[in-house]
């Protein structure tokens, strides 16, 4: 979290895996889109200087929760994905492997949380599919939209041309 501090983060990595050995520390990122860009640098610069062994790994989906005006939990799907950004800038500026992402989502046509291009779900749309009985996930559409956000990322990082070339190109809704 953007609450933890650099010796702390250490401290815990000499606890749990003294002899640095690599495979054995997966570090899950959760920080909010608001904090990402402020906080992460930071703690992936002492681990590099530290010369620790960590496979970093984004949960963009727990740091972005709020309440709708209507009560309900839900997530920003535009705040999960520019946490998501700002996860892989950091890493990219810092010359460091962003590990992966985690996302919390199901195949169901659920209505959780808000936004998405494809299928865009409201604050008053939430009430229409609301299914958890604890955190709001990801529909499939939401899920798969983010997908191909990472890998324009990706693309974009070597070079490639955009999977979606222009504007009109409707086959692409990201």
């Known amino acids: 979290s953007n609450k933890c501090e650099n010796d702390e983060l250490l401290e815990l990595l000499d606890i749990i895996n003294p002899d640095n050995i690599p495979g054995r520390v997966t570090l899950i990122i959760r920080m909010?889109?608001?904090?990402?860009?402020?906080?992460?640098?930071?703690?992936?610069?002492?681990?590099?200087?530290?010369?620790?062994?960590?496979?970093?790994?984004?949960?963009?989906?727990?740091?972005?929760?709020i309440t709708a005006a209507n009560g309900k939990k839900t997530r920003p799907v535009a705040r999960i994905m520019?946490?998501?950004?700002?996860?892989?800038?950091?890493?990219?500026?810092?010359?460091?492997?962003?590990?992966?992402?985690?996302?919390?989502?199901?195949?169901?046509?659920?209505?959780?949380?808000?936004?998405?291009?494809?299928?865009?779900?409201?604050?008053d749309g939430l009430l229409e599919k609301y299914m958890t009985h604890c955190d709001p996930r990801l529909n499939g559409e939401q899920a798969l939209e983010i997908a191909f956000q990472i890998a324009e990322n990706f693309r974009a990082k070597e070079g490639l041309q955009d999977l979606c070339s222009t504007d009109d190109d409707e086959g692409c809704a990201w």
């Open 32 to 65: 909010g889109n608001e904090n990402i860009r402020d906080h992460l640098p930071r703690l992936v610069k002492a681990v590099e200087d530290a010369g620790k062994n960590v496979l970093w790994i984004s949960d963009p989906v727990h740091g972005n929760t």
């Open 82 to 123: 520019d946490e998501i950004n700002g996860f892989f800038e950091v890493h990219q500026e810092l010359g460091t492997h962003p590990g992966g992402v985690h996302l919390e989502m199901t195949g169901e046509k659920v209505t959780e949380c808000t936004g998405g291009t494809i299928d865009e779900v409201t604050e």
